[in-house]
């Protein structure tokens, strides 16, 4: 994934923020927090996940199958757009 390199800073800063989630649900767990604070924490790390898949299958249909806004192919363009706009409405 070459194309990564260029974000790797801002994704690697997305994974230890994430790390730094995981950790808060360990904390709570072992300061026998109340289940629904754990439910709280274990969302957010959920959320927190599922914005850095979003990134990553976004730009990986912007580099491997089709980026819309270098596409020549209208239908082509349309498709991927919405292909994208579904993942971020899925996993959102």
Same mark, same amino acid.
């Given at each position: 994934m070459s194309?990564?390199?260029?974000?790797?800073?801002? !994704? !690697?800063?997305?994974?230890?923020? *994430?790390?730094g989630q995981v950790e808060a649900v360990e904390r709570a767990l072992e300061s026998e927090l109340c289940c629904a604070d754990v439910l709280m924490l274990v969302a957010s790390v959920r959320g927190a996940v599922n914005g850095l898949t979003v990134? !990553? !299958?976004?730009? %990986? *249909?912007?580099? %491997?199958?089709v980026d +819309?806004? %270098?596409?020549?192919? +209208?239908?082509?363009?349309?498709g991927a757009a919405e292909l994208i706009d579904v993942v971020r409405t899925y996993l959102k």
């Open positions: 194309h990564t390199v260029k974000e790797k800073t801002k !994704l !690697l800063a997305r994974v230890r923020r *994430i790390k990134e !990553l !299958l976004e730009d %990986h *249909i912007r580099n %491997h199958v +819309p806004a %270098h596409e020549p192919d +209208p239908e082509r363009a349309k």
